[in-house]
């Protein structure tokens, strides 16, 4: 018979559980908070954020995991909060007011409660993270800034976004002697998994996965992308709210109350 050497190999096949291993690993390690941001900011709020850093500097005694959150905004509907983010907010605030105008006092509601997935504090900072599983395309353009800009306003995860960032900076105003936005507030990170878990592998080398192992990870293989000088990794969409807006509403409404570390 043909020798060992001679006998071609059988085809490689991807593995998504290997795949998901090395796709959270590179969300963890991925030097996003403090980079670039994936919208129009009050840069002001952010001045000395220092260096970009990864998930894996962040001590366990620093993060808040499934935090939950109560916003009661008495009296608050879609047209008075499209009224303070016209007012209030700039660029990619204002952007999202149409979509802001059609939501329903009803759909509101479901903004008001709920957890927040994950909350760290680094160099004096706190930031909001959100994990988003939502498959936007199988291209590394389908997760850079002007894509996710689309799904976090068709989603309404900017109003979300904005109500996590309120607790917040409430929270903190009640257990952080001396808490002040600008010197203590990082901003939020919107974590779309199926492009921020991109990356060069040994899985993406192989064969594309089929329709029916491509169902068990969250990961199938997208070619690796290096964001340019100053912007996000692919899939991070960062953002810093305007003091002013923040402000604004915490002036309008009730006090919402969050969870406990």
């Given at each position: 018979?043909?020798?060992?050497?001679?006998?071609?190999?059988?085809?490689?096949?991807?593995?998504?559980?290997?795949?998901?291993?090395?796709?959270?690993?590179?969300?963890?390690?991925?030097?996003?908070?403090?980079s670039g941001r994936g919208g129009s900011l009050d840069q002001a709020a952010v001045a000395g954020a220092g260096a970009p850093f990864a998930l894996t500097a962040v001590e366990?005694?620093?993060?808040?995991?499934?935090?939950?959150?109560?916003?009661?905004?008495?009296?608050?509907?879609?047209?008075?909060?499209?009224?303070?983010?016209?007012?209030?907010?700039?660029?990619?605030?204002?952007?999202?007011?149409?979509?802001?105008?059609?939501?329903?006092?009803?759909?509101?509601?479901?903004?008001?409660?709920?957890?927040?997935?994950?909350?760290?504090?680094?160099?004096?900072?706190?930031?909001?993270?959100?994990?988003?599983?939502?498959?936007?395309?199988?291209?590394?353009?389908?997760?850079?800034?002007?894509?996710?800009?689309?799904?976090?306003?068709?989603?309404?995860?900017?109003?979300?976004?904005?109500?996590?960032?309120?607790?917040?900076?409430?929270?903190?105003?009640?257990?952080?002697?001396?808490?002040?936005?600008?010197?203590?507030?990082?901003?939020?990170?919107?974590?779309?998994?199926?492009?921020?878990?991109?990356?060069?592998?040994?899985?993406?080398?192989?064969?594309?996965?089929?329709?029916?192992?491509?169902?068990?990870?969250?990961?199938?293989?997208?070619?690796?992308?290096?964001?340019?000088?100053?912007?996000?990794?692919?899939?991070?969409?960062?953002?810093?709210?305007?003091?002013?807006?923040?402000?604004?509403?915490?002036?309008?409404?009730?006090?919402?109350?969050?969870?406990?570390?």
């Open positions: 018979g043909p020798s060992r050497a001679g006998r071609a190999e059988p085809p490689a096949v991807w593995d998504p559980v290997q795949a998901t291993a090395e796709a959270v690993a590179r969300v963890l390690r991925a030097p996003a908070l403090g366990r005694g620093q993060r808040l995991v499934e935090w939950q959150f109560w916003a009661p905004l008495r009296g608050a509907d879609p047209h008075r909060l499209a009224d303070l983010f016209a007012r209030h907010g700039a660029g990619r605030w204002t952007d999202y007011l149409p979509q802001l105008a059609q939501l329903a006092p009803a759909q509101l509601e479901g903004f008001l409660t709920g957890f927040v997935d994950l909350i760290v504090e680094h160099a004096g900072r706190w930031w909001i993270l959100d994990w988003k599983s939502n498959d936007l395309g199988h291209r590394p353009e389908d997760y850079r800034p002007e894509a996710l800009a689309d799904s976090m306003a068709h989603h309404h995860y900017v109003l979300q976004a904005q109500l996590y960032c309120l607790a917040l900076h409430r929270f903190l105003g009640r257990r952080l002697a001396g808490d002040d936005y600008d010197r203590h507030f990082g901003g939020f990170a919107y974590v779309f998994l199926r492009g921020a878990g991109a990356g060069p592998t040994a899985s993406s080398s192989l064969r594309a996965p089929t329709a029916a192992s491509e169902q068990l990870s969250l990961f199938a293989p997208l070619p690796a992308e290096t964001p340019a000088s100053g912007a996000p990794p692919l899939g991070w969409w960062i953002e810093t709210p305007p003091r002013r807006l923040v402000e604004a509403l915490d002036h309008s409404w009730a006090e919402p109350s969050g969870g406990s570390p």
